[in-house]
């Protein structure tokens, strides 16, 4: 069943909000990752976290994995027309198992 | 350096029909991984390749399902006979040894009608 849970299902905005979403889960993740699609495109990786507590930046993205190890957020600042799509978070539940677990995505609209 | 890459891009077969899936992961990557979204899902996890060597295909559906990676480079997922539910965008992803993070390829869209 679903494990990750990732909300919101969807956001719509304006050029140069803030944005934030999150992913929570009953169950310890040992990584969390952050990914963002592109139609017809596969998922791109934007950060991985590895350590609870972990806050990694990369752009006008920012990352961090929950102390408790069971959710992770993604903020966004100053959001641009190129961050429209859909951003999934996953994670490694069992640490040496390399399937990830994927949260079900955040469709990002950038209203003109 | 090349990213994954995944052949066909787009798939529109017949129910019971047969289909072969291709991935060309990262070079020098000994992890390969499928994975399947349906509409509206999440991504799931089929299968993980080490190498030549299937480690974990505890989401494979059914056996309906084959995949292989023959000399431990690229990897083909067959599905024979397909059925309606089969239809969604298949993603092959590779990984470093030991590194968490997975590199994604395009998806194939599989449409069975």
């Known amino acids: 069943g679903q494990q990750l849970n990732q909300s919101p299902q969807s956001m719509f905005i304006q050029e140069g909000e803030d944005v934030s979403m999150n992913c929570t889960s009953s169950?310890?993740?040992?990584?969390w990752l952050w990914y963002k699609q592109d139609p017809g495109e596969g998922p791109v990786l934007l950060i991985a976290?590895?350590?609870?507590?972990e806050l990694t930046s990369n752009g006008r993205l920012t990352a961090q994995f929950g102390i408790t190890r069971k959710d992770s957020f993604l903020n966004i600042s100053a959001s641009i027309p190129s961050d429209v799509g859909i951003y999934f978070c996953a994670g490694h539940l069992v640490f040496g198992n390399e399937k990830l677990t994927f949260g079900t995505g955040t469709r990002l609209t950038i209203i003109p | 350096e090349a990213g994954v890459t995944q052949f066909p891009s787009h798939s529109v077969i017949e129910k019971g029909q047969t289909v072969t899936l291709r991935c060309d992961p990262i070079s020098g990557h000994d992890n390969l991984y499928w994975y399947r979204r349906v509409m509206g899902k999440e991504i799931k996890f089929l299968l993980h390749f080490v190498k030549e060597s299937k480690q974990d295909e505890s989401g494979m559906p059914n056996n309906r399902f084959l995949a292989e990676r023959t000399g431990g480079t690229y990897s083909t997922l067959k599905v024979q006979p397909a059925e309606l539910e089969d239809s969604g965008v298949y993603f092959c992803?590779?990984?470093?040894?030991?590194?968490?993070?997975?590199?994604f390829g395009p998806g194939t869209r599989l449409t069975v009608t």
């Open positions: 169950s310890i993740f040992n990584t």
């Open positions: 992803a590779s990984s470093q040894a030991d590194r968490g993070e997975q590199y």
């Open positions: 976290l590895y350590k609870a507590g």
